[in-house]
Every structure is written in C-alpha cells, then in structure tokens.
C-alpha cells in the first residue's frame, strides 16, 4: 500500500485497487461477515423534494472526470423512480469529497 495525502478524511482509511472474488455463501449464512459503512455514505445526498432516495450509483471514469450513473426519487414531485446521470470534471481527489451538486443532467 501506499499513503496519499488528503484522499481520506483524518483517521480513516481508503484502500483502493482491490476486487470482490466469487461469493462465499456460507460467510452470508454464518454471520461472519465485517461489513462497515463507508464514513462517505452515501455518495450522492439526494434532492430536497417529497421523495428523496437515491441508490446503486456508478462512477465511471471519462477523459476529463467522471459520470455517475444511479437510480433515484431525487427530489421529484412524483413517486417515479428514474435513471439518472451526473457529469464531474474533476479529480479523483475532488470527487471524493464532492458533496454540493445541482439538477442531475440527465432526467
């Protein structure tokens, strides 16, 4: 491992570069598992609105940032959930700590 400075807030840890291997049912059914919440979580807030919910985003890496693909009742006035898409020219490191966003640009 190496140390990048900035990456993580103070006291926590962000370890990058790894990947899941094939499920291990047994684990799920022994109870065994150590599942920690990320302090970052979630990564998108939803917004302001009569439903508020997003989930299962997907950051992608582009070129000049990232665009982040997730499910949501972001904000909307109705009960419909929809696929949602966001677009950051940003770092890494910037996205990380990325928390005031705008409208999804893609509805």
Known sequence: MEPVAGVAPDGCVQITGVA????????????????????????????????????APSAVRTEDGWLIYYGALDGVESGLALLQRLEYHVSERELIGLRARGPSSCR
């Open 20 to 55: 899941a291997r094939e499920f291990q049912p047994q684990w799920w059914e022994a109870g065994t598992l150590n599942l920690t919440c990320d302090v970052r979580a979630p990564l998108l807030e939803p917004l302001e609105g009569p439903f508020r919910n997003t989930h």
